[in-house]
């Protein structure tokens, strides 16, 4: 590749190639890898910006990153500093590969992922810099994925890549070696984990350690708060839920606070030890004003994660007590509030004495939290409907792949009092509601919610309600992909005060009224125009509530393409996935519904093809025998059931979903000796291979006659 005319334009180095330095030396290409391994190469001023498209070329403006191919990131600007600064030192590819980062005060550095949207902070000291000449290959610290690999080929290291857009960067003098280089450490230090026990620790002797551990949280805070905040820290907890000797009899509130995180990357993190489920049951006065197990008030509290704890509510006392309360130091104010707390994992119950009390309660000022996997359940007395699995009061907060069951009164509710704010794009998907006192999932006010891929089932009132609240609205609510069957009242309710709806790909099945829309505003597609409400939608097995579809369902590929709605400037979610992770779509269209047919058709296998017992009549009954049933195309979805022909074989499950493994065992009492043959067959309806036999065979052998030993003769 030449140069252009006007000596201003660096591009891709090639064999034959030549490189510009200041305007005046020129190399072949060859010439200048031989020159720069001898060091001889002539001193370079400064690089010239490439401004020349090939292919997909951008020029990167000043704070864009470099990314070479998994190599070393830094600015456009940084990149001319090295060479006018000869003490400057690399900067190393901040944590990610795919990311653009900006530089702040010189020494922190923002990254976000590409790929899930990830992002946080990274900061290192001069130390830490003098020495980071290598490369940094990660993967991002959310989604896991890996990204490009160190490449030895010259013309790959040149390439850096920035989301859709590609381009290209000189390698230019002193360039270091290729070799992967292990992550540094962020300047705040490397994170500490503590460890508690309440059945085995001591706050006394114990250090904190997995060995010797201390026996309460409030221990384990302290040590924590002593450490300070945005350390990354770890406080992990051991316990058995239903051994009531190690559950721990506490509760932390505003004066009792976590040292917070700073970026997502960096959260202070409570958490159960492997293999452990902690239990935190208060005493009855709980913690804060309103006597909850965790309460936290003021925007201090942030980037915290609670992870696989259980919060029991059961000696709770005050009228407002809740398991989970995130509020504002100043009421209603989203700047003066907890934000970025995860509670993931856990589970949340019996919180059921007062008659305002919550599994998880956000007035109108958190924001940007997640609930993430976690069990709502048994919150509030019987007959109280305004007691409910979660109340989210507050803005752009996530609830994703939950289950709240068996509260007196929604099983999440988005509701807030305040005029402002009141949960203005918040987010509810792949998440379940079912069996609750009032409605599976409600809206009551605020402007653009979004819920989709949830499932609502049997709730005392409605599936899912769009209703103004308390003098509010409800406005410009997508409600998109859901399921909701066999509620009492409605499938989906849709009152006055709910302006600006969109209902798309709904299922509703079998409720009391399936769609019930007494007054309000739906924009697009009500009733029978991309949802359904009539037609059986032929789940996989509706009796027992497996609302996948079958292949041959009515509800295949005949959707809206709502992928541009959830990826809007809103909410920008990617990708889009069912309640499975199931890429949508699949097939032509997107299916109706929490639940996308897979393409990939199941494939049942079962291993052994026979089985073989023998016994002594009258004797013991032989060992059971496993039965491995796969799906060898790892759909997930694969739903089968067993059957047998012989009533002295039983088999350990009759029916299931996925990968398992069953037992076969038999009973030979009141049998006779002979050869016993029978047949299981399972069958996994749309699955190839389906359906499948395992042969058995019993034998039953007469009882040896007294006094005679084998090969012997009679005394």
């Known amino acids: 590749m030449g140069l252009t005319n006007t000596g201003e334009v660096l591009l891709e180095p090639l064999p034959g190639s030549r490189l510009v330095v200041v305007g005046e030396v020129s190399l072949p290409w060859r010439q200048y890898v031989k020159a720069a391994a001898a060091n001889q190469l002539p001193p370079i001023m400064r690089v010239r910006q490439l401004f020349e498209a090939y292919e997909h070329t951008i020029a990167p403006c000043e704070d864009h990153v470099m990314v070479p191919a998994g190599q070393r990131a830094v600015t456009w600007r940084e990149l001319k500093e090295r060479f006018l600064d000869p003490g400057y030192k690399y900067f190393p590819q901040a944590t990610h590969l795919h990311e653009v980062v900006r530089v702040i005060d010189g020494q922190m550095i923002r990254w976000s992922c590409l790929l899930c949207s990830q992002w946080g902070f990274e900061a290192y000291t001069i130390d830490t810099l003098a020495a980071t000449t290598h490369l940094v290959t990660h993967r991002c610290v959310k989604c896991s994925a890996p990204r490009w690999k160190p490449q030895l080929d010259r013309r790959t290291f040149i390439r850096w890549g920035l989301g859709a857009g590609l381009g290209y960067s000189a390698w230019i003098a002193n360039f270091p070696p290729l070799k992967e280089y292990p992550f540094v450490p962020p300047a705040w230090g490397v994170p500490t984990t503590f460890y508690v026990d309440f059945l085995n620790g001591n706050d006394t002797t114990g250090t904190g350690t997995s060995g010797a551990p201390w026996k309460t949280i409030e221990k384990g805070r302290q040590a924590l708060a002593a450490r300070g905040a945005n350390n990354g820290d770890t406080l992990l907890a051991r316990g058995t839920d239903g051994t009531t000797s190690t559950y721990y009899p506490e509760a932390f509130g505003p004066s009792t606070l976590f040292p917070a995180g700073n970026a997502d990357n960096n959260r202070t993190v409570i958490a159960a030890d492997t293999g452990h489920t902690p239990v935190i049951r208060s005493l009855a006065a709980g913690a804060g004003s309103f006597g909850c197990i965790i309460h936290t008030n003021t925007s201090a509290q942030?980037?915290?994660?609670?992870?696989?704890?259980?919060?029991?509510?059961?000696?709770?006392?005050?009228?407002?007590?809740?398991?989970?309360?995130?509020?504002?130091?100043?009421?209603?104010?989203?700047?003066?509030?907890?934000?970025?707390?995860?509670?993931?994992?856990?589970?949340?119950?019996?919180?059921?004495?007062?008659?305002?009390?919550?599994?998880?309660?956000?007035?109108?000022?958190?924001?940007?939290?997640?609930?993430?996997?976690?069990?709502?359940?048994?919150?509030?007395?019987?007959?109280?409907?305004?007691?409910?699995?979660?109340?989210?009061?507050?803005?752009?907060?996530?609830?994703?792949?939950?289950?709240?069951?068996?509260?007196?009164?929604?099983?999440?509710?988005?509701?807030?009092?305040?005029?402002?704010?009141?949960?203005?794009?918040?987010?509810?998907?792949?998440?379940?509601?079912?069996?609750?006192?009032?409605?599976?999932?409600?809206?009551?006010?605020?402007?653009?919610?979004?819920?989709?891929?949830?499932?609502?089932?049997?709730?005392?009132?409605?599936?899912?309600?769009?209703?103004?609240?308390?003098?509010?609205?409800?406005?410009?609510?997508?409600?998109?992909?859901?399921?909701?069957?066999?509620?009492?009242?409605?499938?989906?309710?849709?009152?006055?005060?709910?302006?600006?709806?969109?209902?798309?790909?709904?299922?509703?099945?079998?409720?009391?009224?399936?769609?019930?829309?007494?007054?309000?505003?739906?924009?697009?597609?009500?009733?029978?125009?991309?949802?359904?409400?009539?037609?059986?939608?032929?789940?996989?097995?509706?009796?027992?509530?497996?609302?996948?579809?079958?292949?041959?369902?009515?509800?295949?590929?005949?959707?809206?393409?709502?992928?541009?709605?959830?990826?809007?400037?809103?909410?920008?979610?990617?990708?889009?996935?069912?309640?499975?992770?199931?890429?949508?779509?699949?097939?032509?269209?997107?299916?109706?519904?929490?639940?996308?047919?897979?393409?990939?058709?199941?494939?049942?296998?079962?291993?052994?093809?026979?089985?073989?017992?023998?016994?002594?009549?009258?004797?013991?009954?032989?060992?059971?025998?496993?039965?491995?049933?796969?799906?060898?195309?790892?759909?997930?979805?694969?739903?089968?059931?067993?059957?047998?022909?012989?009533?002295?074989?039983?088999?350990?499950?009759?029916?299931?979903?996925?990968?398992?493994?069953?037992?076969?065992?038999?009973?030979?009492?009141?049998?006779?000796?002979?050869?016993?043959?029978?047949?299981?067959?399972?069958?996994?309806?749309?699955?190839?291979?389906?359906?499948?036999?395992?042969?058995?065979?019993?034998?039953?052998?007469?009882?040896?006659?007294?006094?005679?030993?084998?090969?012997?003769r009679f005394r």
């Open 302 to 712: 942030q980037y915290l994660h609670f992870r696989g704890l259980v919060l029991d509510g059961v000696n709770l006392t005050n009228n407002e007590a809740d398991c989970y309360r995130l509020d504002a130091s100043t009421t209603d104010t989203p700047s003066t509030a907890a934000h970025h707390m995860r509670i993931q994992t856990s589970t949340l119950r019996n919180n059921d004495i007062g008659s305002l009390s919550q599994g998880v309660f956000y007035d109108s000022g958190p924001h940007d939290n997640e609930i993430i996997s976690c069990t709502l359940r048994d919150n509030g007395p019987a007959g109280n409907t305004l007691c409910h699995g979660t109340y989210i009061g507050g803005p752009d907060n996530l609830t994703q792949g939950c289950d709240a069951f068996g509260n007196s009164g929604n099983g999440y509710q988005e509701f807030a009092s305040a005029s402002s704010d009141i949960g203005d794009r918040n987010v509810l998907r792949k998440n379940r509601g079912r069996s609750n006192g009032a409605s599976g999932i409600f809206f009551g006010n605020g402007t653009s919610k979004l819920a989709y891929y949830n499932r609502v089932e049997d709730n005392s009132t409605s599936g899912m309600s769009i209703r103004s609240s308390g003098g509010n609205s409800v406005v410009n609510s997508f409600v998109l992909n859901n399921t909701s069957v066999a509620n009492a009242v409605n499938g989906f309710t849709h009152t006055s005060g709910a302006t600006g709806t969109t209902l798309k790909n709904n299922i509703a099945f079998s409720n009391g009224t399936n769609f019930a829309n007494t007054g309000g505003t739906i924009t697009s597609n009500t009733n029978n125009t991309w949802n359904l409400s009539i037609t059986d939608p032929l789940f996989t097995d509706f009796a027992a509530r497996n609302l996948h579809l079958q292949t041959g369902s009515p509800c295949k590929d005949v959707g809206a393409n709502v992928a541009s709605t959830i990826n809007s400037g809103t909410w920008a979610l990617t990708p889009l996935t069912d309640t499975d992770g199931v890429s949508v779509p699949q097939g032509l269209a997107t299916d109706l519904g929490a639940f996308e047919i897979p393409t990939t058709i199941a494939v049942l296998s079962r291993s052994p093809a026979t089985l073989t017992y023998v016994a002594s009549q009258g004797g013991s009954n032989p060992a059971a025998q496993p039965i491995t049933i796969t799906d060898t195309a790892s759909t997930g979805t694969m739903s089968w059931s067993i059957t047998d022909t012989a009533t002295w074989l039983t088999v350990s499950s009759s029916s299931g979903i996925g990968d398992a493994v069953v037992t076969a065992s038999v009973n030979i009492s009141g049998l006779t000796a002979a050869v016993y043959n029978a047949t299981i067959t399972i069958t996994a309806p749309g699955a190839t291979g389906s359906p499948a036999t395992v042969a058995v065979t019993l034998t039953v052998l007469p009882t040896a006659s007294p006094g005679h030993r084998h090969g012997g």
